[in-house]
């Protein structure tokens, strides 16, 4: 329950500290309406210079120079998702390689990748893809995914039953059943 949260949080976590309790405002998180003043606002300008970058990207030019390595994970899924939706082999690698997109750490830059690569039949995202949908058993990432990759037909199917095939002993039943019905062509 939330008072047995609240309990063991100001047990073990906030302890005697009167000073502490009242900068988090637990109370008013947990019970009242709205968000308490202490929320972090976000900035209005957050994605300021994502948006040129995107639009000077989309216009032919070079991902070099991006304002990328030290920008929010916000940020960067508003430049992928900003990216056309068809993109030529080429542009993907140089994207690719220069972002290091198929290494990300983070798994939604990663899971916007595949699916923006994997959409392309872009062939070196293929093991990445692999590695995440092997490691990976949230629904929310792995449906999408093999939906992405049978969508593909010919170059995609065979990918998706390969990897499934791995993949489904450790998956969730909801997972599974998800994705038995994209395999079965039912999505």
């Known amino acids: 329950t939330w008072a047995r949260f609240l309990s063991d949080l100001r047990a073990n976590l906030v302890g005697c500290n009167a000073a502490l309790e009242r900068r988090l405002m637990l109370d008013q998180w947990v019970y009242r309406p709205g968000l308490p003043e202490n929320a972090v606002r976000p900035n209005p300008n957050a994605f300021a210079a994502v948006d ?5 990207y ?19 899924l508003r430049f992928l998702n900003a990216l056309p939706r068809e993109l030529g082999s080429d542009r993907l690698a140089e994207l690719d390689r220069t972002l290091s997109l198929s290494q990300s750490g983070n798994s939604e830059v990663l899971f916007a990748w595949l699916q923006l690569a994997l959409a392309n039949r872009y062939q070196p995202a293929v093991p990445a893809a692999e590695r995440f949908l092997l490691a990976m058993g949230r629904r929310k990432f792995v449906a999408p995914l093999f939906e992405t990759l049978a969508a593909e037909g010919e170059w995609g199917r065979p990918i998706a039953e390969r990897i499934y095939g791995r993949a489904r002993p450790s998956y969730h039943s909801v997972t599974t059943s998800t994705v038995d019905r994209v395999m079965r062509g039912e999505s």
């Open 52 to 56: 040129p970058a995107v639009r000077a």
């Open 58 to 76: 989309n216009a032919g030019g070079s991902p070099v120079g991006l304002p990328y390595a030290d920008s929010s994970t916000a940020e960067r």
